[in-house]
């Protein structure tokens, strides 16, 4: 956690500095929003910039969004001063602290933006076996490809393997390679020099140089357009790096690892990728499965997000019904764990009495989410029939309903009256074929699923 505080905070300054480091933060001063943005180009980064109310929030804020740093800001003053806070709020700052400086009041932020997006939740088998892999590569320097669908959670992976590794107590840093325009992307990636190109009003310390000694993160890299792409490729290669403008490479010390959300393989045969830079970079595939073929962590998930919104609003904690339970596992999903989130923090918004029903499981247009025009049971189904008909030839009926009443089976974590509802039979039916199934040597998931798996990690 990289803390810039920027201005005096009347005085308050050592008060605050001590209270951040006990929380585990690194602490650099600048005294003016212009010292401020030397630090932040000079390469030491910031994770977060607490600054003085009394300083023009506004201009710097402009002066971020101008040369593409990406952090927030806290805005720190007197309690009483009650406009000059709102001020701040609409200047841009994202929240702020009354001096002078609560030691629980700055820890709660700090932890805020030290745990942002770098939860890892699972019990499902399918991500237990990505994690597993991810554990093992951890430690080494190795590039890693990190692939799934958007919303899978590839980031939060990443961050992952990073506060595992040997650089865990260097900087993490990030790049959104779809995010920033061509034309400037060089730039964030390996800095610049002063007068480079129109713009370039001092010198700018790049994402390599800033990453120095820690891992670089090139998020959706398949974005790249495919010329820069060979400068990249050269600086994975011989760790060194040219600034736009400079005079010579610039040695750098990082471990690389990357996301995309396609199939990197067709882009090196529609030759909008290189495959010699994927070569480079997958040296381990983590390779994360959508939500929809992990079941078990839908439950898993939500429960964990209806915690974490819950605490966020101040409303009460409530549990998820059965029925709110039964239609969170019978969605696809499409979104994925980012669409999960969203749809139960609305959903500890909605909710009413002392449970969250399925009343509050609502789309982003109020619609509920078990009476969309496509049943979620219906697609769950569907789903589960395409995972078991791929190689329908040659196998009796006999055969493939078997398989269809077991995946469903094993989708419900076990819980037969769902996977009854999902199949369109009764219980009476289900329960007659899993005795015959089980006197014939076959096993069948327990009523339950098991014991659950949940792993937390906070980097």
């Not at 001092?202 to 820069?228: N, Q």
């Not at 690892?257 to 990197?264: K, V």
Request: glycine share 8%.
């Amino acid at each position: 956690m990289r803390l810039l505080i920027v201005g005096t905070l009347k005085g308050q300054l050592t008060t605050a500095t001590k209270i951040a480091i006990d929380n585990g933060a690194s602490v650099t001063h600048a005294a003016d929003n212009e010292q401020a943005m030397r630090v932040l180009r000079g390469g030491k980064g910031a994770d977060l910039l607490l600054v003085d109310v009394a300083l023009d929030i506004r201009d710097l804020v402009m002066r971020l969004e101008a040369e593409h740093i990406h952090v927030p800001i806290v805005a720190c003053g007197i309690a009483s001063d009650a406009r000059a806070a709102v001020a701040a709020i609409h200047a841009g700052a994202k929240e702020y602290i009354p001096l002078p400086p609560d030691p629980e009041l700055i820890a709660a932020v700090l932890a805020a933006v030290a745990n942002d997006s770098r939860e890892l939740v699972y019990r499902d088998d399918a991500m237990a076996k990505v994690v597993k892999l991810a554990q093992q590569i951890a430690a080494s320097e190795a590039s890693v490809m990190i692939t799934g669908e958007s919303g899978t959670g590839k980031e939060v992976l990443a961050r992952y393997v990073h506060s595992r590794s040997n650089r865990a107590k260097k900087p993490f840093i990030s790049i959104n390679c779809a995010a920033i325009p061509e034309h400037l992307l060089e730039s964030e990636l390996f800095g610049h020099e002063k007068g480079a190109f129109t713009g370039a009003v001092a010198r700018r310390i790049g994402k390599f140089e800033e990453a120095s000694g820690g891992t670089l993160l090139l998020d959706e890299i398949s974005e790249m357009d495919v010329r820069l792409q060979s400068k990249l490729l050269r600086a994975i290669q011989e760790r060194v790096i040219d600034r736009v403008g400079g005079k010579g490479p610039v040695p750098v010390d990082i471990r690389i690892l990357a996301t995309s959300n396609r199939n990197l393989s067709e882009a090196v045969r529609e030759g909008t990728f290189r495959e010699d830079l994927l070569f480079r970079l997958n040296v381990v595939n983590l390779k994360i499965p959508p939500l929809r073929e992990r079941p078990a962590d839908i439950l898993e998930l939500a429960q964990h997000f209806a915690k974490k919104y819950a605490d966020a609003n101040g409303v009460p904690l409530r549990p998820l019904s059965a029925e709110a339970r039964r239609v969170l596992t019978t969605n696809r999903w499409p979104g994925n764990v980012r669409e999960l989130e969203n749809t139960i923090h609305r959903s500890v918004l909605m909710a009413q009495g002392d449970e969250i029903g399925p009343e509050a499981i609502i789309t982003p247009d109020g619609d509920r989410l078990d009476q969309t025009k496509t049943p979620a049971a219906v697609a769950h189904a569907t789903f589960a029939a395409e995972q078991v008909t791929r190689a329908l030839v040659g196998r009796t009926v006999a055969d493939v309903e078997r398989d269809l009443i077991l995946e469903t089976l094993k989708h419900c974590l076990g819980n037969r009256t769902h996977a009854a509802n999902i199949l369109g039979i009764s219980i009476r039916t289900l329960r007659n074929k899993l005795n015959e199934y089980a006197d014939g040597g076959l096993p069948i998931p327990p009523a339950g699923g098991g014991e659950p798996r949940a792993f937390v990690q906070t980097a």
